[in-house]
């Protein structure tokens, strides 16, 4: 699939289907949230805005000529800073960092418990200084090549 709002809605249907948020009536699973959210403390894209908020990430996105894994962690910031659905907002945007990278051939990573403070921290100071949030997806990138050397040697085509 295109990478769209549709695509990234279907990827939080995907993961939150059959949860206990999918039994609640406020929760819509696989759209956008109906009611106020903030993550770590900080406020979001209020409910009415996210569509628009979306499309014009998603525009810039598409834009790039090239993507790097810098481009990919932006665009993830961002979309935390939208945090648009009501609850599921890491785990979706984790596996659009995930999707990205397999789909821009960049080895991907995934973010493990010894990274998941640093991983936080990274969000948090991303306008800051934002080789926190680089240097631990990059650091997550170096273990996810070692899981795959060890199961499936050095030899194996990434």
């Given amino acids: ?16 289907t ?14 956008w949230k109906k009611l106020p959210n903030e993550v770590g ?29 810098e481009n990919i962690l932006e665009y993830h910031y961002r979309f935390e800073k939208i945090h648009p659905f009501q609850d599921g907002n890491g785990r979706v945007g984790r596996l659009i960092l995930f999707r990205e990278c ?16 640093f991983y936080y921290r990274g969000l948090k100071e991303f ?10 997806c990059l650091s997550a990138q170096d273990t996810y090549k070692r899981w795959v050397d060890y199961f499936y040697g050095k030899e194996s085509n990434r």
């Fill in 41 to 69: 403390g900080g406020e979001t894209t209020l409910p009415q805005n996210v569509e628009a908020d979306m499309d014009k990430l998603n525009e810039w996105y598409l834009s790039l000529s090239e993507i790097t894994v």
């Fill in 18 to 31: 059959s949860t206990s948020d999918a039994t609640k009536e406020w929760f819509h699973v696989g759209d």
């Fill in 102 to 117: 397999l789909r821009n051939n960049i080895t991907p990573f995934i973010i493990d418990d010894n990274h998941k403070q």
């Fill in 1 to 16: 699939m295109p990478f769209s709002n549709a695509l990234i809605k279907a990827f939080h249907r995907i993961l939150k």
């Fill in 127 to 136: 306008t800051n200084i934002r080789g926190y949030l680089t240097d631990t």
